[in-house]
Nanobody
Framework: QLQLVESGGGLVQPGGSLRLSCTAS????????IAWFRQAPGKEREGVSC????????FYADSVKGRFTISRDNAKDTVYLQLNSLKPEDTGVYFC????????????????????????????WGQGTQVTVSS
């Protein structure tokens, strides 16, 4: 079965950290660009980070730059998202998505005065993992 599975979410206090994992099953991530998205209740989904398989290029949304770090382990078909200095506004369901455009840079979209990352047309989506930042 071809799928993405996220893990690592949880409840954390403001200023805390989490590490999310996105593991591919049934396919190798070598030929894909992988992005993390998040969605808070009542808000639009937004792309926070993306990594390109061909050259490891990394892209971040304005809202997480300097706080989140994306990385990958192709041998494990896993992409990680390290979340540091978490804020209450980081709360939401975090999804990973994969698109078979491993040689192409990730995309940016501009919305409400900020840049977010995006994929063109993802081939796979995970089911999401909840991140709650609250004291």
């Amino acid at each position: 079965q071809l799928q993405l599975v996220e893990s690592g979410g949880g409840l954390v206090q403001p200023g805390g950290s989490l590490r999310l994992s996105c593991t591919a099953s049934g396919f190798a991530i070598d030929y894909y660009r992988i992005a993390w998205f998040r969605q808070a209740p009542g808000k639009e989904r937004e792309g926070v980070s993306c990594i390109v398989s061909r050259d490891g290029s990394i892209f971040y949304a304005d809202s997480v730059k300097g706080r989140f770090t994306i990385s990958r382990d192709n041998a494990k078909d896993t992409v990680y998202l390290q979340l540091n200095s978490l804020k209450p506004e980081d709360t939401g369901v975090y999804f990973c998505a994969a698109e078979e455009q491993g040689g192409m840079p990730c995309e940016y979209i501009y919305r409400s005065g900020k840049y977010y990352v995006d994929l063109g047309d993802p081939d796979y989506w995970g089911q999401g993992t909840q991140v709650t930042v609250s004291s």
